[in-house]
């Protein structure tokens, strides 16, 4: 009995990844490329994670050692010292923010500077968001200057007394905006 010429038969891999009877039987097909998960063609945004430390390191500054009011020994903490316990005409944001709301806004807008210098497209949004946060950041820092509801002393008599922490505080809130817009780099 004879059996009939071998043909390509339905079903069977063609002859370049090893049709039955041929020296490539047994080998695997070629991998296909498989680009690796997570890489992007984007770097890590070490410029613009500096400068978000930087700018942050002058917000813990003005938080921690520089005198925000020309009185002596005005520091963040002792505001907060002389704003704490039931004053009648003392601003309910201003307690707020000189306990514990300044420093929420120093971690969240740090958190997402540098989140937006990540490697990743999908957190690209974070940039302006956190150049959005610093500017929210400032305007609330702006806001909590007024210590009292009544309508003298103005703000702009609160504004006047400002000194070097508060100037560091909206200066480094706004440099760690700027840091969440350099954002991840290009590779090449």
């Known amino acids: 009995m004879t059996q009939p010429p071998e043909e390509a038969q339905y079903g069977q891999p063609p002859a370049e990844f090893g049709a039955p009877g041929t020296a490539r039987a047994h080998q695997q097909p070629p991998a296909k490329q498989r680009r690796v998960r997570g890489v992007?063609?984007?770097?890590?945004?070490?410029?613009g994670a500096l400068v978000a430390v930087v700018g942050t390191v002058l917000v813990v500054l003005a938080?921690?050692?520089?005198?925000?009011?020309?009185?002596?020994?005005?520091?963040?903490?002792?505001?907060?010292?002389?704003?704490?316990?039931?004053?009648?005409?003392?601003n309910g944001f201003t307690q707020a923010y000189f306990?514990?709301?300044g420093w929420v806004l120093v971690g969240v807008v740090f958190v997402v500077a540098l989140a937006a210098n990540l490697p990743y497209p999908r957190i690209a949004m974070l940039r302006p968001i956190g150049f959005l946060l610093a500017l929210v950041a400032i305007g609330l820092t702006f806001w909590a200057i007024k210590f009292t509801t009544s309508t003298y002393p103005t703000y702009f008599d609160y504004l006047r007394l400002q000194r070097a922490g508060f100037y560091f505080a909206v200066g480094g809130f706004l440099i760690t905006g700027v840091g969440a817009l350099f954002g991840a780099k290009r590779r090449g």
């Open 40 to 47: 992007s063609g984007l770097r890590f945004g070490y410029i």
């Open 63 to 90: 938080f921690t050692t520089l005198s925000w009011l020309r009185q002596h020994d005005s520091t963040f903490a002792k505001i907060h010292e002389r704003l704490g316990g039931d004053h009648l005409f003392v």
């Open 99 to 101: 306990s514990w709301l």
